[in-house]
């Protein structure tokens, strides 16, 4: 079992920025990929961002590209999102989530938090 703790959400201006946080309580941090994902009200959960277990590889969503980077810190159990240059769109629950194998999709997760909301105005 992984458990995952997000933190760092709030509500922002368009245009400023935000540094999502998530605290993962296993030893073996990392032999898990870590990801973000986020969920708008009424929408599907989708994939922002996934890291890989040494952090020398990383995905992004076309939406964030070149706004969002997702960064590990292997010896802290840490992952963490900054995001940049935020736009209303970009509001909604952010989930860190862990998987053994690396992936891009909600299904290949095995562990999630509970999610942090972050709501940028216009």
């Known amino acids: 079992q992984v458990q995952l703790v997000e933190s760092g959400g709030g509500l922002v201006q368009a245009g400023g920025s935000l540094r999502l946080s998530c605290a993962a309580s296993?030893?073996?941090?990392?032999?898990?990929?870590m990801g973000w994902f986020r969920q708008a009200p009424g929408k599907e959960r989708e994939f922002v961002a996934a890291?890989?277990?040494?952090?020398?590889?990383?995905n992004y969503a076309d939406s964030v590209k070149g706004r969002f980077t997702i960064s590990r810190d292997n010896a802290k159990n840490l992952v963490s999102l900054q995001m940049n240059s935020l736009k209303p769109e970009d509001t909604a629950v952010y989930y860190c989530?862990?998987?053994?194998?690396?992936?891009?999709?909600?299904?290949?997760?095995?562990?999630w938090g509970q999610g942090t909301q972050v709501t940028v105005s216009s």
């Open positions: 989530a862990a998987a053994l194998n690396y992936g891009l999709t909600v299904r290949e997760y095995d562990y």
């Open positions: 296993r030893r073996t941090f990392s032999n898990y990929a």
């Open positions: 890291i890989s277990w040494s952090g020398d590889g990383t």
